[in-house]
Nanobody, 124 residues
Framework: QVQLVESGGGLVQAGGSLRLSCAAS????????MAWFRQAAGKEREFVTR????????YYEDSVKGRFTISRDNAKNTVYLQMNSLKPEDTAVYYC?????????????????WGQGTQVTVSS
């Protein structure tokens, strides 16, 4: 069992930055590829980015490429999402999730553990 706890959300002006963290419990964190998803009000949850078990492979949804960076520190059981040049359309609840797929996947049904989410609000 892995418990995930996100933090770092908040209110920021357009063009600003935030760094989200997702702390995982347990000693098997490096066994999971990790991802960030987001869900805006009234919309379905969508994939944002993923990172492989050892951090060597990442993948980004087109709208965040060049602005967001995912990283992980397996010694600290933590995955990060650095978000720069934020836009109002990035406003959403952001969730981290863990999958046993080696490289991760954009398919949210493959993720077995989820955090509770952290709100990110970008004002215009």
């Amino acid at each position: 069992q892995v418990q995930l706890v996100e933090s770092g959300g908040g209110l920021v002006q357009a063009g600003g930055s935030l760094r989200l963290s997702c702390a995982a419990s347990g000693r098997t964190f490096s066994s999971y590829a990790m991802a960030w998803f987001r869900q805006a009000a009234g919309k379905e949850r969508e994939f944002v980015t993923r990172i492989s078990r050892q951090g060597g492979t990442t993948y980004y949804e087109d709208s965040v490429k060049g602005r967001f960076t995912i990283s992980r520190d397996n010694a600290k059981n933590t995955v990060y999402l650095q978000m720069n040049s934020l836009k109002p359309e990035d406003t959403a609840v952001y969730y981290c999730a863990a999958t046993t797929r080696i490289l991760g996947t954009v398919d949210e049904t493959a993720y077995v553990f989820w955090g509770q989410g952290t709100q990110v609000t970008v004002s215009s």
